[in-house]
């Protein structure tokens, strides 16, 4: 985008940082419209087109008009509070002297009193409590002005030294001794002993939930009374106590990957806004923990965050504690975590300056964020959710890159327990109640003996010969077949998150490894398994910190799911393979989550506003469709929006070959692409195109394999020597890195010479990565990547959507001319036509990443040449989409295209 000398006035209403084009001023203003109206918005905007830059300006802008009301609401609420204490005071009161009077009499009798005052007595009582509440606003605008006023000196501060102020390294004598306490020490048994477990009524569930010392003592440090003592004097303390008590309102925008997440901070930090924005960035202990005795490179992300819990919540004697963990450090960190815009990398730093935890700072920075950024499985995850605090009551969802959302929330909820995880769980709780069998509470043997029969079950169905190797079944037939279905998995759920037992057995196996090491044995009860089996497996894996019984109690935990939200895919061996390659093989139950919809509703439901933004969105359909098909209500709050693409139309040409070069027809389905004659049709269509084609030309086949058998074509028929005269020719590998190809293709286009790279439709380089410019003056789609419709998973998926559910009563209104009404259903053959659509459009929208970009896209099928598929294109491509009655004609329009552009 190029800056303006002269900005117009809509860029100063959104403090955009350039001049902005039509489609983002467009795309701000119906964000901010759709916050204000309490939407859940679904808006498309082709990559390249400036969309992370339009988010924040259109929802920042909403938040700053809005900050004056956040106060006010904040007094509003403070009075409610205020009239709820006074009112259940004096119905406590009363009933204290009759009993039987009703809560709401109770009520009614104060508000009969203030009716039979004075008028001159309410009229000054209520010019009192207007006093007040202005007087309580004008408090909570200082609060804030003193905040931003302390931030700004510290950003000044660390701008102008580089690095965070003096006293952020201060620390007292305590936090030193903590930080060198770090020592190994002898663990006792009892602390891998598990509590007395009571909670099996669910009246009494919340009177035994355990609380989490963690976030209760962050939270004390940011309230003032952990403070107390910092050494930063009274008034500071005293500001902190303040501010942690504000409610601040927040922008919580997430995306799936790391990467995605550090350019969305770069972008805030482009604008007006990344001078003052408290922005906060979550992620997870393993790319925070600053601890390099629990952080080891070598340690999965389940051990570290195994060790780090261990490590801050030991008590004396028992495991060494954290010196990273300074709960009292927690409001400084805040402080410098939002003096200037930061990612996980400045955090990072940030934590080894201060010589304290990041992941906690980061947690406690959320508080008084006004923009939290994080990934999506911190957001959607309940349990990770929760565990975090993260409230979205009130606030504002982004969803970035949210074509993904469906498949991600699938693959979140969906779980995998192979046979080698559960013959591990199987003994690891065996050993710990071997162990610990004469001090165990009578209510935790009950609840061990349970889990141990439910594994002992699922590992011997596991272990049964099965002619068909993979079937899909539903949960009902699935816990009947295995002879579980008289146990109450509602109840073991609760005990494994209220009982601490996974994390108790966890350490107890780290102790016990040493023992299993030097007796080679185990004292085990039968599995009813093969003892040669047992052992093999059991003695190389016994020990392993993650969790085989953490993924044991999220399988349980999938079970509860309703039946027709989910299915069980199973693998088993078949018979000729013998039992030992039954359990070390591939042998699994997976739980596959087939209903999005019940795991997001809650936050849409919560949260102020949603926004779902992506570059390819549509059809709009596919997605609304898996996520309001019950929720009639909040498909009301829906808005819709697509735009097109900043290019002028003659920086881009899409041609529909249905011929090659010598007349083969282009139909590169199941039945036809095998065909060597169209391979090699396809190979001397590639050689000509790239003769006219400047640059880079990237090429997407359906699927490896394809890509791999046109490859091996092409090098016997000599077409790769033809191609190479013209361009070097690099492949996506499956198994591999696409960095080191990707950064080579790169690297020879940059010296000006021209390559070709084979790519997958839906694999690595299929989305997420740009190639812009020279990287991609030209994108040859080959064929349709339609799924295997004999995927029994798909049949599962299928099925559940031609489920008879009620019909949508009103379609969602639209704010582009562009953009489709929704159907009131989608048919399992739509869904199956939009998987393919959507992963062709993902490939398509690789090239055009800015205004003065230009490339040209050829899709080689005849099917292309559908209206129902032309239909299911990016809307940004449909204006220049012409089909060629024959390689020639073809052939000429991207001569003409290029020779346009020189």
């Given at each position: 985008?190029?800056?303006?000398?002269?900005?117009?006035?809509?860029?100063?209403h959104f403090s955009f940082p350039f001049e902005p084009y039509p489609i983002q001023t467009d795309f701000m203003r119906e964000l901010y419209n759709g916050i204000e109206e309490n939407k859940i918005c679904i808006f498309e905007s082709p990559t390249g087109t400036g969309k992370s830059l339009s988010i924040i300006c259109g929802a920042m802008k909403w938040l700053r008009d809005h900050e004056n009301e956040e106060i006010e609401e904040e007094s509003a609420c403070k009075k409610t509070q205020k009239e709820e204490v006074v009112l259940h005071t004096n119905a406590r009161a009363k009933r204290t002297t009759k009993k039987e009077s009703s809560s709401s009499s109770d009520i009614e009798d104060l508000r009969s009193l203030e009716d039979s005052m004075p008028a001159w007595l309410r009229n000054s009582h209520a010019k009192a409590v207007e006093n007040k509440e202005k007087e309580q606003q004008e408090k909570t605008r200082e609060v804030l002005i003193h905040q931003r006023a302390r931030l700004k000196r510290l950003r000044e501060e660390e701008l102008k030294k580089g690095q965070p102020m003096k006293r952020a390294r201060s620390m007292d004598g305590d936090t030193k001794r903590i930080a060198q306490s770090y020592q190994s020490k002898k663990q006792s048994d009892d602390q891998h002993l598990v509590s007395e477990y009571?909670?099996?009524?669910?009246?009494?569930?919340?009177?035994?939930?355990?609380?989490?010392?963690?976030?209760?003592?962050?939270?004390?440090?940011?309230?003032?009374?952990?403070?107390?003592?910092?050494?930063?004097?009274?008034?500071?303390?005293?500001?902190?106590?303040?501010?942690?008590?504000?409610?601040?309102?927040?922008?919580?925008?997430?995306?799936?990957?790391?990467?995605?997440?550090?350019?969305?901070?770069?972008?805030?930090?482009?604008?007006?806004?990344?001078?003052?924005?408290?922005?906060?960035?979550?992620?997870?202990?393993?790319?925070?923990?600053?601890?390099?005795?629990?952080?080891?490179?070598?340690?999965?992300?389940?051990?570290?965050?195994?060790?780090?819990?261990?490590?801050?919540?030991?008590?004396?004697?028992?495991?060494?504690?954290?010196?990273?963990?300074?709960?009292?450090?927690?409001?400084?960190?805040?402080?410098?975590?939002?003096?200037?815009?930061?990612?996980?990398?400045?955090?990072?730093?940030?934590?080894?300056?201060?010589?304290?935890?990041?992941?906690?700072?980061?947690?406690?920075?959320?508080?008084?964020?006004?923009?939290?950024?994080?990934?999506?499985?911190?957001?959607?995850?309940?349990?990770?959710?929760?565990?975090?605090?993260?409230?979205?009551?009130?606030?504002?969802?982004?969803?970035?890159?949210?074509?993904?959302?469906?498949?991600?929330?699938?693959?979140?909820?969906?779980?995998?327990?192979?046979?080698?995880?559960?013959?591990?769980?199987?003994?690891?709780?065996?050993?710990?109640?071997?162990?610990?069998?004469?001090?165990?509470?009578?209510?935790?043997?009950?609840?061990?003996?349970?889990?141990?029969?439910?594994?002992?079950?699922?590992?011997?169905?596991?272990?049964?010969?099965?002619?068909?190797?993979?079937?899909?079944?539903?949960?009902?037939?699935?816990?009947?077949?295995?002879?579980?279905?008289?146990?109450?998995?509602?109840?073991?759920?609760?005990?494994?998150?209220?009982?601490?037992?996974?994390?108790?057995?966890?350490?107890?196996?780290?102790?016990?490894?040493?023992?299993?090491?030097?007796?080679?044995?185990?004292?085990?009860?039968?599995?009813?398994?093969?003892?040669?089996?047992?052992?093999?497996?059991?003695?190389?894996?016994?020990?392993?910190?993650?969790?085989?019984?953490?993924?044991?109690?999220?399988?349980?935990?999938?079970?509860?799911?309703?039946?027709?939200?989910?299915?069980?895919?199973?693998?088993?061996?078949?018979?000729?393979?013998?039992?030992?390659?039954?359990?070390?093989?591939?042998?699994?139950?997976?739980?596959?989550?087939?209903?999005?919809?019940?795991?997001?509703?809650?936050?849409?439901?919560?949260?102020?506003?949603?926004?779902?933004?992506?570059?390819?969105?549509?059809?709009?359909?596919?997605?609304?469709?898996?996520?309001?098909?019950?929720?009639?209500?909040?498909?009301?709050?829906?808005?819709?929006?697509?735009?097109?693409?900043?290019?002028?139309?003659?920086?881009?040409?899409?041609?529909?070959?249905?011929?090659?070069?010598?007349?083969?027809?282009?139909?590169?389905?199941?039945?036809?692409?095998?065909?060597?004659?169209?391979?090699?049709?396809?190979?001397?269509?590639?050689?000509?195109?790239?003769?006219?084609?400047?640059?880079?030309?990237?090429?997407?086949?359906?699927?490896?394999?394809?890509?791999?058998?046109?490859?091996?074509?092409?090098?016997?028929?000599?077409?790769?020597?033809?191609?190479?005269?013209?361009?070097?020719?690099?492949?996506?590998?499956?198994?591999?890195?696409?960095?080191?190809?990707?950064?080579?293709?790169?690297?020879?286009?940059?010296?000006?010479?021209?390559?070709?790279?084979?790519?997958?439709?839906?694999?690595?380089?299929?989305?997420?990565?740009?190639?812009?410019?020279?990287?991609?003056?030209?994108?040859?789609?080959?064929?349709?990547?339609?799924?295997?419709?004999?995927?029994?998973?798909?049949?599962?998926?299928?099925?559940?959507?031609?489920?008879?559910?009620?019909?949508?009563?009103?379609?969602?209104?639209?704010?582009?001319?562009?953009?489709?009404?929704?159907?009131?259903?989608?048919?399992?053959?739509?869904?199956?036509?939009?998987?393919?659509?959507?992963?062709?459009?993902?490939?398509?929208?690789?090239?055009?990443?800015?205004?003065?970009?230009?490339?040209?896209?050829?899709?080689?099928?005849?099917?292309?040449?559908?209206?129902?598929?032309?239909?299911?294109?990016?809307?940004?491509?449909?204006?220049?989409?012409?089909?060629?009655?024959?390689?020639?004609?073809?052939?000429?329009?991207?001569?003409?295209?290029?020779?346009?552009?020189?």
């Amino acid at each position: 985008l190029k800056q303006s000398s002269s900005v117009s006035n809509m860029a100063l209403h959104f403090s955009f940082p350039f001049e902005p084009y039509p489609i983002q001023t467009d795309f701000m203003r119906e964000l901010y419209n759709g916050i204000e109206e309490n939407k859940i918005c679904i808006f498309e905007s082709p990559t390249g087109t400036g969309k992370s830059l339009s988010i924040i300006c259109g929802a920042m802008k909403w938040l700053r008009d809005h900050e004056n009301e956040e106060i006010e609401e904040e007094s509003a609420c403070k009075k409610t509070q205020k009239e709820e204490v006074v009112l259940h005071t004096n119905a406590r009161a009363k009933r204290t002297t009759k009993k039987e009077s009703s809560s709401s009499s109770d009520i009614e009798d104060l508000r009969s009193l203030e009716d039979s005052m004075p008028a001159w007595l309410r009229n000054s009582h209520a010019k009192a409590v207007e006093n007040k509440e202005k007087e309580q606003q004008e408090k909570t605008r200082e609060v804030l002005i003193h905040q931003r006023a302390r931030l700004k000196r510290l950003r000044e501060e660390e701008l102008k030294k580089g690095q965070p102020m003096k006293r952020a390294r201060s620390m007292d004598g305590d936090t030193k001794r903590i930080a060198q306490s770090y020592q190994s020490k002898k663990q006792s048994d009892d602390q891998h002993l598990v509590s007395e477990y009571y909670s099996d009524n669910d009246e009494d569930a919340e009177a035994f939930k355990k609380d989490n010392q963690v976030l209760r003592e962050l939270d004390e440090a940011l309230k003032g009374k952990a403070t107390k003592n910092s050494g930063f004097g009274d008034d500071w303390d005293e500001q902190q106590e303040e501010e942690a008590n504000l409610k601040t309102r927040k922008i919580f925008y997430c995306s799936r990957t790391h990467s995605q997440l550090t350019q969305f901070v770069n972008e805030v930090k482009s604008t007006i806004y990344g001078r003052d924005c408290k922005l906060a960035s979550l992620g997870s202990r393993k790319n925070l923990c600053v601890n390099e005795q629990v952080n080891k490179p070598d340690s999965a992300t389940n051990q570290v965050n195994d060790k780090c819990l261990d490590m801050v919540q030991a008590k004396e004697g028992a495991t060494p504690s954290c010196g990273y963990y300074t709960p009292h450090l927690a409001p400084l960190f805040k402080d410098h975590a939002h003096a200037i815009i930061r990612d996980i990398e400045d955090l990072v730093g940030l934590g080894k300056a201060f010589h304290s935890c990041p992941y906690y700072g980061s947690r406690a920075s959320v508080v008084s964020a006004e923009l939290v950024v994080l990934p999506y499985q911190m957001l959607l995850h309940k349990p990770t959710r929760e565990s975090l605090g993260i409230d979205v009551k009130g606030n504002i969802v982004i969803i970035d890159e949210a074509h993904n959302l469906i498949d991600s929330i699938n693959q979140m909820y969906s779980v995998e327990l192979t046979a080698k995880t559960l013959a591990q769980a199987h003994a690891q709780l065996e050993q710990y109640r071997v162990k610990y069998r004469d001090r165990l509470h009578p209510s935790n043997k009950q609840y061990i003996d349970k889990i141990l029969f439910i594994t002992k079950q699922l590992l011997n169905y596991l272990h049964k010969p099965s002619d068909t190797e993979e079937i899909v079944i539903d949960m009902n037939e699935f816990l009947f077949e295995t002879k579980i279905d008289n146990m109450n998995l509602f109840r073991i759920h609760k005990y494994f998150q209220r009982s601490e037992i996974i994390k108790k057995v966890n350490g107890f196996c780290e102790d016990y490894l040493l023992e299993v090491q030097t007796n080679n044995q185990f004292k085990t009860n039968d599995l009813g398994l093969d003892a040669t089996v047992n052992f093999e497996i059991l003695a190389s894996d016994f020990a392993k910190h993650r969790p085989a019984l953490g993924t044991v109690a999220s399988f349980f935990q999938s079970l509860t799911n309703e039946a027709y939200d989910g299915v069980i895919k199973i693998r088993r061996s078949n018979p000729s393979k013998d039992k030992k390659q039954s359990l070390e093989g591939s042998n699994y139950v997976q739980f596959v989550l087939l209903n999005p919809e019940v795991h997001i509703q809650d936050v849409m439901r919560d949260c102020r506003a949603m926004l779902l933004a992506g570059g390819t969105m549509q059809p709009f359909d596919q997605l609304t469709y898996q996520l309001f098909r019950r929720d009639q209500q909040q498909l009301q709050r829906l808005k819709l929006f697509s735009c097109g693409h900043v290019i002028p139309p003659e920086n881009l040409s899409t041609i529909i070959f249905s011929a090659g070069p010598t007349g083969q027809k282009f139909t590169f389905d199941y039945q036809s692409r095998g065909n060597t004659d169209l391979i090699v049709d396809l190979g001397n269509f590639v050689a000509n195109v790239c003769t006219v084609i400047p640059d880079g030309v990237v090429i997407f086949f359906t699927s490896y394999a394809y890509q791999q058998q046109v490859q091996q074509v092409w090098e016997e028929k000599g077409i790769h020597r033809r191609i190479e005269q013209k361009k070097t020719i690099y492949h996506e590998q499956q198994n591999a890195s696409a960095e080191t190809v990707l950064n080579s293709y790169s690297l020879n286009i940059q010296q000006g010479r021209g390559c070709l790279l084979t790519c997958v439709m839906g694999g690595k380089m299929s989305e997420g990565i740009n190639f812009k410019d020279k990287m991609a003056r030209g994108v040859i789609v080959v064929g349709m990547p339609y799924p295997n419709v004999n995927d029994p998973l798909l049949k599962s998926k299928m099925q559940y959507l031609n489920k008879a559910l009620p019909p949508r009563t009103e379609a969602p209104s639209t704010t582009s001319p562009a953009t489709p009404t929704l159907k009131s259903s989608i048919s399992s053959d739509e869904y199956y036509e939009n998987l393919c659509m959507n992963t062709i459009n993902q490939s398509i929208g690789r090239s055009i990443r800015h205004a003065n970009d230009y490339a040209c896209i050829i899709l080689c099928d005849s099917r292309y040449c559908r209206p129902k598929v032309q239909q299911k294109l990016p809307k940004w491509i449909s204006g220049s989409i012409t089909s060629a009655p024959n390689f020639g004609s073809g052939y000429k329009k991207i001569v003409q295209f290029f020779k346009a552009k020189k």
